[in-house]
Structures are given as structure tokens and as C-alpha cells.
């Protein structure tokens, strides 16, 4: 009886492959798991992980953007410093050793895996052996495109953050060590593999909420042709306009109010309408400490206890967050109305001159568990706040920035891009064409885009990220800030992963 | 009559047989016994672990016998795998402890009974009530695998992993109920269970049936008292530190402080009162059918408030022959209902955290009428009070075990050299547990205020074992031949359910089932020796398990050892120092399967529970997620050589042994990084590294004094161990030790060249008076910037010297023993101290709290700057006495009443150390740890 040796899972939850796809439905369950793979950290709870050696609920995808995206940068302070990686994230004075950088950089590869996998278990071949229906099929075409994007993405944010990553595709065997993409092959990677499936995709606001479309992509294709000459050192801005313009003419329009975009109901709500794709939370069937939970709970002040309007603990999490003097300073008289600044700054200095005290520096209230009418969440911790990943305010500042970079396009429409968002935030003071200039866009992108995981890719677009031209609080480890090195621009490799791998090596400075 | 040689007390259960005939019988409880001989007969009085004596008998009507102690009991059995051998005769490293041999004091589950008895073992048990026990043979021979070692209990291989309602796997067990362990420390003894051998093998024997009636009664009383709790300020004190406002930079809110005194950690431990009861009774039924039954009972209560352990237990063995004893037939049951209720070890840490300044009660508040600090209708963030945390929850379990087996062990009639043994085990436990926090418990969600919570769980473990081995043993003029050959089938399944909260609407049960875990074993092993001075033993076992893919399932683990009793040789045999000498060698290879992961190897997708779901367009759909996956994945292997003496001195009056290893584990099952991309997470189990473990044993069992009114024995053991981690994955560290004090940070490394789980800290920089500055630290990569690539390797957790001392004294009917143990070398990592002695700590959220006293030397300010400091990584080296008893014995007292034995003792007597934390006896990093009290003992034993 040593055939008994040979066991099969026991647990409802856990299926055999050759069993799996005898339902044709799980074709469709596969699929979300390679979108819950943004949204969830693991099958079991929010506190389960896939990923190791990274705290389960800090390995969520939206949540080590936000922290390489947004933490590094001018906009944002992490209270808790024990917290590993967040302190040298937010003194930039990161190693190859951060947990963060080794959440980021699995993470994304494992939304690649996954796609893998899938184009792996839907070719023609498989479906034929399965006899999978003609309708089926036919969604199966689309599905495929999508895990395509999906996989396009996670290979656009290891070009922007790393510069370099793993490169696996569905005929990469399980286990292999990959060969490894640089910035020059990503670029043309993502690029060449989001035009090819651009048609395949349904079109923009056509699919299910939670699925990407056509703008999507072209959305990425926006940002990689705004990007390009950080990441190829070429000009394609001509590039950048086009794909704004044809997400634009895909129909979305702004959200009837700034706010709605960042609300528990931004799912249905007039939100809906500007975001162009989310990480899907919600309080009690897609639980995750992700970006929006840990904004929710984290930018309840230490003073004010305003927990109980945003939906969570009267306390939050006791003064998580907070936001640098910089941030604080972009709001002048002519903002006291804007919808964009939610900063509380009564009983509170705008400096902070010791991270860990809690009552310094000013807080803000952007987003919110509490819905567009006033009911809140279901749950008190984790928050049903989808995180707005791309939204239709980024791509009309993009337009306009692509226009000033000399990519064409109008400027009288770039200028009117930037008016409706003041409009839309019931801010009375519109600008006009003289106005719009690189720094003013710089500006103006950090008040309407801040804390969405935009601004370290912006201020390196910028040229001012490294170096010593801006520094902000706290920059390079100095409370006023101090000049970081070059390198700094991007982030190093993760030991653990180049250790993995021997075909990855160190980015130049680490 | 026969009598014990030195004290004179009757014996029973001797072996009286006429020499050369199957007439026998055995003494009674008064040592008597009648037999038919003829004038001539020789008698054989036999018993185990005296020598044999053998007269002639003459026509006398009464034959008196004093049966003399075997010194070095070299002729005592011994248990090993599939069989037995005798000290004498075995070649491997193998040490057993036999009931009269047991640590006696407050032993409420089973390894206790030889915690620091045998050389090169460790055990390690907190103090929570009939908790288990970390135990450890030689430290190990793993890294990510199981380090435990496998436990046998008649011959039934039992799961390592217990349920949620237990306390652990041998905490259902009576050690009332065992009759001796024998521990198996190399590859030679132990590659007979290859497969999960690498980490020794610990043979529990439990006590059988015997034909003369007897009875006991066991009892005793415990009282335990926490004697050390960690030193935060009292409520005066603190005070006085909040008004001099130690935080730089920030404000404490004076108002906040309260007018009570209270010690929070007094109100969460108290005085406890523990009782056993024991009562066993062997005896024939019907006069032919050999029985023992015990019924035993524990109630242990927890010096943590509302924990506690209570335990009955009832066992049967039932020991009959057949067919002139051809046929023995060993049926064993046991069945152990064990009750706890948990106390959450967490307020521990809530009670030296809690302001000192509150009152335990307060009639205004709604939470029951317990102090909390509120806001409004809610609590305020910060830590609860804990004596309404403890006393508010009420977190049963109960688990119950069945286990047993059933043993047929057959000489053949027409060739009684050949055996065959058949084994039939069977172990299933079933826990339920009930987790409820009253309505009136404190809340900070609004929502759930008033509403409590109500969680039910349930697990089933179960072990099913079939094994059999055909054995021949046969003595030629000068060579003996043994040899067994055998075959093992084991299925292990485990399922349950964590409920939903009832209170809830929104959550739901979870169901979870592990794959079955299958081992199947062919195993054969032979022993030759010559002359009485030669031994060869050589072991094979064929091993295959369904943790792995069809390809990689089987192990191979040969081993060999050759004993040479020097002794026996000519040029010896008149020796007056050494009255045996044997010279040992062995060599083996063992095999490590036990990962918790089952079915890697397989190509499976796991959904989400109910709230790790999906959402497409606002309907809500179940993800499937590729699971991780490694087809490769094999067995680990651990090869041991080893060299020992077992040697006896001065006519056996000081014996024991010196024992030289090492031991290689190659194809660590370790979970380690592999490419991004190129899997479905990025560090999965493979098998890549090596660990040496190279150590010394030293044993020395004396007989000081022996004569008529005085007995005094001392045992004493040591062992030495070095461990060092030869080979990583791709040469990388790998991170570990998860601490308390921010969310995942980890406090120890595996690092080629330096032992398991060393930590990994930041130097610690110094001011001119010795005072350490917060937040300085070397630069030791010297570039300029203090950040992780600046951390140090400082020390390990594992000792490297363990000792063991013991003794016995007795004097006409007194007895005396006590136990010392000390382990040098082992370094705590004081997470109790990292994360809690810092100024800005006063602040808990938006409340006060409290905080050790240790940061008037420190002065630190803030965690997050001093956490990774050296200075908390101490050397935790100590001597501990575990026991002491003294007791008197009042024999002969009727005819009825045999004995009556009173005796006290002090467990957990004293721990000399200067390990600045309240216990050091951890394994690497201490963070509210459950104390052990020291506790005062009476009680009796009765036989009738």
C-alpha cells in the first residue's frame, strides 16, 4: 500500500489544478487571483501572506507603492519607526536589506507569476484538451488580455522603481532563474506588449468594475511616454499626448466632487466616473492593510481623535501619519477653500522636528471610510476605500505637462484641464496660460495627486528628487533636509532577490 | 522471603523459577512465595536490575533471599527500536531511565520526569499549568524543520503537533503511567526509525500488568507562589517621574494621572493550590489475566489568574499469555480528558504596562465596574485594564485523547529463537474550545460595545500505526545473532474548525483539513557479537513519506556501530579500577521530513476565506491563487558519527560514559528565496544548507556510600555543543526572531559560519561615565552612515554547556534528593526591556503608562532608536535547582497497609543568574513570559 504515499489536499480551499478547470468558472476565479494579488497579501485574512520575509499585512502592493511612491518623498511621515524599512524610506537612507523594497519587488513579480500562470493554463492547446465552450472562449480571449496588462503593469513599476527586474513570461519554467530585463528592454517590453493588447481589451468604463480596460493600458502607455527620458533618455511626449487624449475620449469625466474619490462608496459614487483603475478594499470581504486602511487609520490625529468622521477608531491609529512642512506650504490663501486641502493645522506646529512626537507637523484628511452620504464603512479597521490607482485628474496634469514638454497638444485645452480640477475642488481661482508652467504643474500635481503613490516618480521627472536642489524635511536624514546621492533614484536590488538570482546585479551606488 | 539486600524490605514480584522447567511463580506484596521443588533443584530468583541468584535447594520449608542491587545494572534492559537490548550489549548511544530512577516533585507531564537526568537532553517547560515543553536532544539537527524529538509510547510514534484545546502533546500523558524512557541519541540507535530519527528518539514505556495484586495511592498538594516579577515604578514613584517630565520634546498631561497604588502585576498572579491524586492497581483478573488500571487526577491551578490545567486520566493495560508464553499479548489504553482555561499570557505584558496610578475597580464604570481609561461611551487607545482582561474572557478548551495499542509478540513453537511481533497503535485527539469575552468588556469600536464576542473551535487529531518485525535471536558457543526485519505504515490527519464570532453577523466559520501526512517504513537490523567482546550492529531503513513528490519519496538510512568491551579482554579482566570498559563507535544516517507545509509538491490554487475575497463590479468572487509550489523538494539528512565510553569503576561504584559527536544536516529543508517571478511567492522550501552540531557528553552515576543505614548517590551529566551553520541558500542570510516593539522586525540571523538564530544587533556606543547613548552605534562597514549593513553578529540562544546534577540520600527510612541543572553560554535576547524601558512609553497612545524602572540606567527616550542595541542581547547563563524532597517511610505497617511513604519538596528552589530578566531558562528572546512560581509540596504515597 505505498501507493497511500500519494496524497491529495484534504482542505475545501485548496484545489489540484487537474481538478480545477473542470468548471469553466474557474477561469474567471483564476483571473481575480491575479488581480486580488494587488489587493490582497494572502488567501487566509488580512494578516496571511504569500510573500516572506516581509510583515504579512505590510506586503500589500498599494502599500509598498504608497511607500516607495509617496513615503520617500516630501509629502508624507510614518509616526512609527520601529516599523521596519519605513525609517530609512522616509530618511532616505535605504539599504538592499529593506523589507519594503523586498515587499515591493516580490510583490510585482508575483502579480507576473500569476499572469503566467494563467496564459500558461489558457492556451489554445489546454482549451482544446478541456473542451472548453465557445463562450468561454471567448471571454478567455479577454481574460488573457488582461493578465497581460496586469503583468505589463508590474513590469512598468520595476522599470520606474528598480530599473531593472526578473524577466519571466508563460514560457519561463517554474523555478528557473530568469534572464533580467534592464530599463531600455522593460520600456520596450511594456510598451510593445500594451499596444498588442490594446484591442483586445474591452473598451474604457466597459468592464466590470474592478477589471482594467483599454484605458488602462493606454493609461501606462501615457506614463512610460511621460517618463521616457528618465527611463530611456528619449523625448516622447508627442507619445504621452496621444494616449491622454485617447483616454480621455474614452469617456470618463471628473467626479462630481474631489473627495468622492477617496470615499468608502468610491466604488459607486460619482467616482466611478473619474477612476480609471482601483485596488479594490473592502471592510469585509477584501480585507488588507493597504494603502487606503492605512491612510484611513493612520491620518487620525494624535490631538484631534477625528477617528469617528472617517468611519474607523475614535483614535485611529494614534498619529500614524502625518505630512511634511513642504506639503503643508503648498497650501497658500488662495487654497483655503480648495476641496484638495483637507490639512488640520489648529494646536499643531507645521514642523517636525522629532518624528516619533505625534502632536508635530500637520495631518490631513483625504480619504475616509465614511461614504459620499454619510454612512460609514462596515468595519472599523479595514476600510472600504478603494485606492484611486489611476484617475482622470492625473491624466489631464499629465496632458498639460506633456504639452509644456513639447509633445503638442493645445494649450488652451491644457489649461482647461488644470481650470476643472480648481473648479471641480470649488476653488474660485482659475489660472490662466501664462500660468502654466513645469514648476506650477510640479505644484499643482502634489495637491491634487498627493498621497497616491505619484511623487517620487514626479520629483525625479523633475530632476529633484536626488541632489541637493529641493530638499524637504527630513530629506536625506537631516531634519531641514540634506542633498541624497544620484543613485538615490533608484532603488537598490533587495539582497534577498539578487541572492535568488544570480543574473541580477546591484544597481550602480549600493 | 525475599529481600531487598541492603534495606531488608520484602520484594515483590520476583521471578522464582526452578531451573531448567517452566515451574515458576513470583513473589507477593510481603516478598513471599511458595514453589514445589525437589531436594536438588536449582531456584533462579531473578528481578530486574538485581543480580540473579540461583540455590540449591535441600529440603529446608522456608528459603530466605537477599537480592543484591546490580551495581551497574549492566544486565538491565534496555528499550529500544523494534526490541531491546542491555547496557551491556548495546552499542549505540542509548540512556534510560527507569520509574524508581524519576526527578520526583510537582511532575504533572511526563519529560519533567528527566529534565536534566541524561546527558546531551534539554528540556524546557514555562510555567503556564501542564504546559508543554521544548525539548531537545543534542540541540537538534535542524534550522526551518522540526527540531522536536520522536517520542514513542509502546511502540506508537506520536504527532509532535498538538490541538488548539491541549496544552501540548504530552500533557494528556500521566507520568504515573510510565515505567521507564529511554532516550536514543546517535545514528546508530536511532536509524531504526530513519525517517524521523535525526533529532533522537525518546522510547516512553508505560507500566503493564502484573499477576500479584497490588495497589497505590498517590496525593499530594502544591502551593505556588510567583517569587520575581519585572520592576516598573510604583505608583508613588511614577508620579514623581510623569511630574519631571522625562520626554524631550513632549508635554505629559499631568491630568491624566490617577490617585490609586496599585501593582498591576499582584493583581494578575496569585497564590495557587494544585492537587494530584493517583490511584493504581495491578493485579490478575479472573487469576489469568494480568492488569494494571490507574486512575489518576490533576487540578493545576495557573499563577496567571483564571488559567488553569485539570486532567483525569484513565489507563488499562492488560498483559496476558498464551500458549506457555509463546504468545504475549500487550493491550494498553489510555484515556485523558484535559480541561483548561487559558489565560491570555499577553496581560502580562498589559500589567506592567497599565498606570500605576488607577484603581483595579471603579463603581462608575460601565465595563463591568473595572477602571479602563475612557473616552466617552469607548475606551481610549492605550492598553485595557488586565484584570478585566483576564477575568472578562473566558477561553476554554477541552481536549480529549484516546491512545493506545495492542502488541502480539509470538515465539514460534517449532523455532523459539524467531519472534514475530505485530503492533497496532492508535491516537486520536479531539479539542473543543470556547472563547467568549463578556458584553461589559472594554471596546474602542462603538459598534461593538455591549455586544462581547463568541467563538467556538473544534480539532481532531489522529495517528493510526500498523507495524510488524520477525526477530531471531539465537546464542552460538562464542557468537550471538540477532536479527529484525520489519515493516511500518503510519497515517496522520488533522481537521477543524475556527468559528465565527456569533456575535458578528458579518464573520464566518473556517474549515480547514491538512493533507493526511503517510509514512511508510521496511526497516532490518543485525548484531553480531563475538566472544562477548565484539558487537556489530548494522541498521537499514527504507523510508517514504508523502510530504514529498512521487520521485523524491524515499529515504535511505543505513547505519553501523561496533562496541569492543575492553573489560572482557584478558589483559583487563583482573583489573581493579575498571570493572567494565567498553569502547563504542558508530555511524549513521538519519532523515527529516516533518515540514509543516503538506502537499508542496503539488500543483494546487487556494481561494480565499470569506474575507480575502475579490470584488468584479461589485459582486463579490472567490480568487483563486496559485499556491507555491517545489516538485523538488527531498529529504533533509543528518549523519552522525560517534565515538563513546561506557565505563565502570571500582566494581562498578562509579560508572557511566564520555561520548564524542558530530553531526552534518545536508539539504536543510529551509525556506529560502527564490527568483521573483519564477514562483508563486519569493522564498519557498527547498533543500539547500548545511548545520554542524559537534558535542561532548560526560556522565558519572556514583555510589558514595552503600551499607546498611546509609544509601547516597550522586549523577551527574554535562554536555557540550557547538553549532555552526556551515552552508545558506546562495550563501545568504537568512533573518529571524521576530520581536515584539514595531510591526516585523526581526532580532536574529542564520548566518554561514555562526550558530542558528545568532543575533543580529546594532554596537552600542558609550559616553565617557559608561552610559550608553540612544541611538549611537559603530559604524562598522565605516560609511559614514549608521544603518542596517552596520549590524553585528553578538552571540546565539543555544548553550554551550549544559550540566546536570543529582542526587539521592538515604538514611534507614529517610529519603532525600534534590536536582540542579546550569547552562552556560546562552544568550536572551531582553525584548521585555527593548521594547518597553523607553521615556516615551509614559505616553500609551492617548493614556498613561507605566514602564521598567531599567530606563533610569539607560535613560533611553525613544524604541525605535534603541531596539536593535547590543546592550540588550545578556548573557542568560544559570543555575537552577529544579527539586528538592525529603521524605520518610513508615513499612511494614499491616498486613494490609504495606507502606506509607510522606514527603514535601520545593520545586523551582532558586536560579543563580545575572540575567537581568525574571527567568533565563528561554529560548532566545524574552517577551512576557509566564513565570514559573516556586512551589512548596506535601503528599503521600500509600501501597497496599
Not at chain 1, 468622492?260 to 470581504?285: L, Q, R, Y
Not at chain 1, 484611513?296 to 485611529?316: A, F, L, M, P
Not at chain 2, 505629559?252 to 494544585?274: H, K
Request: hydrophobic content about 35%.
Amino acid at each position: 500500500c505505498t501507493d497511500d504515499l500519494n496524497i491529495t489536499p484534504n482542505d475545501d480551499q485548496t484545489v489540484l489544478s487537474e481538478n480545477l478547470f473542470e468548471d469553466e468558472a474557474a477561469y474567471k476565479q483564476v483571473l481575480a487571483g491575479i488581480y486580488a494579488n494587488l489587493a490582497l497579501t494572502g488567501t487566509d485574512g488580512p494578516e496571511s501572506s504569500n510573500l516572506k520575509n516581509i510583515d504579512a499585512g505590510t506586503s500589500q502592493f498599494g502599500r509598498v507603492l504608497l511607500y516607495t511612491q509617496t513615503l520617500s518623498a516630501d509629502q508624507m511621515i510614518w509616526s512609527y519607526e520601529n516599523d521596519p524599512g519605513t525609517r530609512e524610506i522616509q530618511r532616505n537612507i535605504w539599504t538592499a536589506q529593506n523589507p519594503l523594497l523586498l515587499g515591493m519587488f516580490s510583490r510585482a513579480h508575483l502579480s507576473v507569476a500569476l499572469a503566467n500562470n494563467f496564459l500558461r493554463e489558457t492556451t489554445e492547446a489546454k482549451l482544446d484538451s478541456r473542451n472548453v465552450s465557445e463562450d468561454t472562449r471567448a471571454n478567455i480571449a479577454v481574460y488573457r488580455a488582461e493578465a497581460r496588462l496586469m503583468r505589463a503593469m508590474a513590469y512598468y513599476y520595476m522599470m520606474d522603481l528598480f530599473g531593472k527586474a526578473n524577466f519571466a513570461d508563460e514560457n519561463t519554467p517554474i523555478n528557473a532563474q530568469p534572464e533580467v530585463y534592464d530599463r531600455t528592454q522593460l520600456f520596450s517590453y511594456v510598451e510593445s506588449e500594451l499596444l498588442d493588447i490594446e484591442d483586445d481589451l474591452v473598451a474604457a468604463r466597459q468592464n466590470e468594475y474592478g477589471r482594467a480596460d483599454k484605458a488602462v493600458a493606454q493609461m501606462i502607455l501615457a506614463k512610460i511616454y511621460l517618463n521616457a527620458e528618465v527611463y530611456i533618455n528619449e523625448a516622447h511626449y508627442g507619445e504621452c499626448i496621444t494616449y491622454c487624449e485617447k483616454i480621455i475620449a474614452g469617456g470618463f469625466e471628473l467626479a462630481d466632487s474631489y473627495l468622492h474619490n477617496f470615499m468608502a462608496d468610491n466604488n459607486t459614487n460619482s467616482a466611478t466616473n473619474e477612476i480609471i483603475f482601483p485596488i479594490v478594499s473592502d471592510g469585509v470581504t477584501t480585507q488588507n492593510y493597504g494603502p487606503t486602511t492605512v491612510m484611513v487609520n493612520g491620518s487620525v490625529g494624535s490631538i484631534e481623535k477625528n477617528g469617528d468622521e472617517v468611519g474607523v477608531g475614535t483614535e485611529g491609529w494614534g498619529g500614524a501619519l502625518r505630512v511634511r512642512r513642504e506639503f503643508s506650504s503648498l497650501w497658500g490663501p488662495a487654497f483655503a477653500d480648495d476641496d484638495r486641502n483637507t490639512i488640520i493645522s489648529a494646536e499643531r506646529p507645521i514642523d517636525i522636528p522629532d518624528i516619533s512626537d505625534k502632536d508635530t507637523g500637520y495631518i490631513i484628511q483625504k480619504y475616509s471610510n465614511a461614504t459620499s452620504t454619510g454612512q460609514l464603512g462596515a468595519d472599523k479597521t479595514f476600510v472600504d476605500t478603494d485606492f484611486p490607482l489611476f484617475r482622470l485628474a492625473d491624466v489631464y496634469l499629465m496632458y498639460a505637462e506633456a504639452h509644456l514638454r513639447g509633445g503638442g497638444g493645445n494649450l488652451a485645452t491644457a489649461v482647461g484641464y488644470i481650470n476643472a480640477l480648481r473648479t471641480r475642488a470649488n476653488n474660485p481661482s482659475t489660472i490662466s496660460s501664462g500660468d502654466l508652467t513645469l514648476n506650477f504643474i510640479l505644484d499643482e500635481r502634489s495637491r491634487e495627486l498627493h498621497w497616491e503613490a505619484h511623487r517620487r516618480q514626479d520629483l525625479i521627472r523633475y530632476g529633484r528628487f536626488t541632489g541637493g536642489n529641493y530638499n524637504w524635511a527630513w530629506k536625506g536624514n537631516g531634519s531641514n533636509g540634506i542633498a541624497i546621492p544620484a543613485h538615490f533614484n533608484l532603488y537598490p536590488i533587495p539582497v534577498g532577490s539578487m541572492a535568488a538570482n544570480p543574473n541580477l546585479t546591484q544597481n550602480p551606488g549600493y | 522471603t525475599v529481600t531487598e539486600q541492603s534495606t531488608s524490605i520484602p520484594l515483590p514480584g520476583v521471578n522464582v523459577i526452578i531451573k531448567g522447567t517452566t515451574t515458576g511463580t513470583t513473589t507477593d506484596f510481603d516478598g513471599n512465595y511458595q514453589i514445589a521443588a525437589n531436594n536438588g533443584d536449582i531456584i533462579v530468583f531473578s528481578y530486574v536490575g538485581y543480580a540473579t541468584q540461583e540455590l540449591t535447594y535441600s529440603g529446608q520449608s522456608n528459603l530466605n533471599v537477599q537480592l543484591a542491587e546490580d551495581a551497574a545494572q549492566l544486565d538491565e534492559v534496555i528499550v529500544i527500536g523494534y526490541g531491546t537490548t542491555t547496557r551491556k550489549d548495546a552499542t549505540g548511544s542509548v540512556e534510560a531511565i527507569t520509574a524508581e530512577g524519576f526527578t520526583k516533585g510537582n511532575i504533572v507531564t511526563p519529560e519533567n520526569l528527566i529534565n536534566g537526568r541524561i546527558a546531551g537532553v534539554s528540556v524546557n517547560t514555562s510555567g503556564a499549568p501542564g504546559s508543554g515543553s521544548e525539548i531537545r536532544i543534542r540541540g537538534g539537527a535542524s534550522i526551518n524543520a522540526s527540531n522536536d524529538p520522536l517520542i514513542i509510547i509502546d511502540g506508537l510514534p506520536i504527532d509532535n503537533k498538538g490541538v488548539t484545546g491541549s496544552r501540548g502533546v504530552l500533557s494528556s500523558i500521566n507520568p504515573n503511567d510510565i515505567d521507564s524512557f529511554s532516550v536514543l541519541k546517535d545514528a546508530s540507535a536511532t536509524a531504526i526509525y530513519g525517517s524521523r530519527a535525526s533529532n533522537g528518539v525518546i522510547i516512553i514505556v508505560t507500566k503493564k500488568g502484573k499477576s500479584k495484586f497490588s495497589a497505590t495511592y498517590d496525593t499530594q498538594y502544591a502551593f505556588g507562589e510567583i517569587t520575581n516579577t519585572v520592576d516598573v515604578f510604583s505608583a508613588d514613584a511614577y508620579r514623581q517621574l510623569v511630574a519631571s517630565q522625562p520626554i524631550n520634546g513632549t508635554t505629559i498631561n499631568e491630568n491624566l494621572l490617577g490617585n490609586a497604588n496599585t501593582n498591576w502585576q499582584n493583581e494578575i498572579f496569585r497564590s495557587t493550590v494544585s492537587t494530584q491524586h493517583n490511584i493504581s492497581m495491578q493485579g490478575s483478573l479472573f487469576k489469568v489475566l494480568p492488569a494494571r488500571f490507574t486512575f489518576g487526577v490533576v487540578d493545576q491551578e495557573g499563577a496567571l489568574k483564571t488559567s488553569k490545567f485539570e486532567r483525569r486520566n484513565l489507563s488499562l493495560a492488560l498483559n496476558p499469555t498464551f500458549f506457555e508464553d509463546h504468545l504475549k499479548v500487550n493491550l494498553n489504553v489510555n484515556f485523558s480528558f484535559e480541561d483548561n482555561r487559558f489565560g491570555d499570557a499577553g496581560q502580562i505584558g498589559a500589567a506592567m504596562r497599565y498606570d500605576p496610578t488607577q484603581p483595579v475597580f471603579d463603581s462608575t464604570s460601565p465595563f463591568g465596574g473595572y477602571y479602563q481609561h475612557r473616552n466617552g461611551n469607548v475606551v481610549a487607545n492605550g492598553t485595557t485594564n488586565p484584570v478585566a482582561s483576564l477575568l472578562q474572557r473566558t477561553n476554554l478548551g477541552d481536549a480529549n485523547r484516546l491512545f493506545g495499542n495492542l502488541n502480539f509478540d509470538y515465539k514460534f513453537h517449532f523455532l523459539p529463537e524467531l519472534k514475530a511481533v505485530l503492533n497496532i497503535g492508535y491516537d486520536r485527539t479531539s479539542s473543543k474550545g470556547f472563547n467568549s469575552t463578556d458584553p461589559l468588556q472594554a471596546t474602542t469600536d462603538p459598534d461593538i460595545l455591549f455586544k462581547g464576542t463568541f467563538n467556538k473551535n473544534s480539532q481532531e487529531r489522529t495517528n493510526e500505526l500498523l507495524d510488524g518485525y520477525l526477530n531471531y535471536n539465537k546464542n552460538l558457543d562464542n557468537i550471538g545473532l540477532d536479527f529484525t526485519a520489519g515493516y511500518s505504515y503510519q497515517r496522520f490527519t488533522n481537521e477543524g474548525v475556527n468559528g465565527r464570532n456569533i456575535t458578528d453577523p458579518l464573520s464566518v466559520d473556517d474549515f480547514y483539513a491538512d493533507p493526511d501526512v503517510v509514512l511508510i517504513g521496511f526497516f532490518g537490523r543485525a548484531n553480531v557479537s563475538l566472544n562477548d567482546k565484539y558487537a556489530l550492529t548494522l541498521t537499514y531503513r527504507r523510508d517514504g513519506t508523502s510530504r514529498f513528490s512521487k520521485d523524491n519519496q524515499w529515504g535511505n538510512f543505513p547505519a553501523a556501530a561496533f562496541a569492543w568491551s575492553i573489560s572482557e579482554e584478558d589483559f583487563m579482566k583482573d583489573s581493579n579500577t575498571f570493572s567494565s570498559l567498553k569502547l563504542r563507535v558508530g555511524y549513521g544516517i538519519t532523515g527529516q521530513q516533518d515540514i509543516d507545509q503538506g502537499g508542496i509538491f503539488l500543483n494546487r490554487y487556494r481561494g480565499g476565506i470569506a474575507n480575502s475575497q475579490f470584488q468584479f463590479g461589485n459582486q463579490v468572487i472567490q480568487s483563486l491563487i496559485t499556491s507555491e509550489i517545489n516538485p523538488d523538494l527531498k529529504w533533509e539528512e543528518t549523519t552522525t558519527l560517534e565515538l563513546g565510553i561506557d565505563y565502570g569503576l571500582f566494581n562498578n561504584k562509579v560508572s557511566g560514559s564520555l561520548n564524542l559527536f558530530q553531526k552534518n544536516s545536508t539539504d536543510l529543508l529551509f525556506v529560502a528565496a527564490v527568483p521573483d517571478g519564477a514562483n508563486f511567492s519569493n522564498s519557498i522550501i527547498q533543500n539547500i544548507g548545511e548545520l554542524q552540531i559537534q558535542g561532548a557528553e560526560l556522565s558519572v552515576n556514583t555510589d558514595v556510600i552503600k551499607n546498611e543505614d546509609w544509601k547516597i548517590d550522586f549523577n551527574f551529566n554535562a554536555t557540550l555543543l557547538d553549532r555552526e551553520v556551515k552552508e545558506l541558500a546562495l550563501g545568504q542570510d537568512v533573518r529571524t526572531g521576530g520581536i515584539s516593539g514595531g510591526t516585523g522586525n526581526n532580532i536574529q540571523i542564520h548566518r554561514e559560519g555562526e550558530a542558528p538564530n545568532s543575533f543580529y544587533v546594532f554596537k552600542q556606543l558609550y559616553d565617557t561615565d559608561g552610559r550608553p547613548i540612544e541611538g549611537a552605534y559603530a559604524d562598522l562597514n565605516g560609511d559614514n552612515v549608521i544603518n542596517d549593513n552596520d549590524r553585528y553578529v553578538k552571540e546565539n540562544p543555544g548553550a554551550n554547556a549544559i550540566f546536570g546534577f543529582q542526587s539521592n540520600v538515604f538514611y534507614k527510612n529517610f529519603d532525600f534528593a534534590f536536582n540542579l541543572r546550569a547552562n552556560l553560554g546562552n544568550y536572551v535576547y531582553n525584548n521585555v526591556q527593548s521594547s518597553r524601558a523607553q521615556y516615551e512609553l509614559l505616553l500609551d497612545n492617548a493614556v498613561l503608562g507605566n514602564i521598567p524602572t531599567s530606563v533610569l540606567d539607560t535613560g533611553f527616550q525613544r524604541t525605535a532608536d534603541v531596539i536593535i542595541s547590543d546592550i540588550y542581547v545578556e548573557n542568560a547563563s544559570f543555575l537552577r535547582m529544579d527539586n528538592i524532597t525529603l521524605g520518610y517511610t513508615f513499612s511494614d505497617i499491616s498486613k494490609v497497609l504495606k507502606s506509607v511513604r510522606l514527603w514535601g519538596g520545593v520545586q523551582n528552589v532558586f536560579v543563580l543568574t545575572n540575567y537581568s530578566g525574571i527567568d533565563p531558562e528561554l529560548s532566545g528572546i524574552d517577551n512576557e513570559v509566564y513565570p514559573r512560581p516556586r512551589t512548596v509540596l506535601v503528599g503521600a504515597n500509600i501501597k497496599f
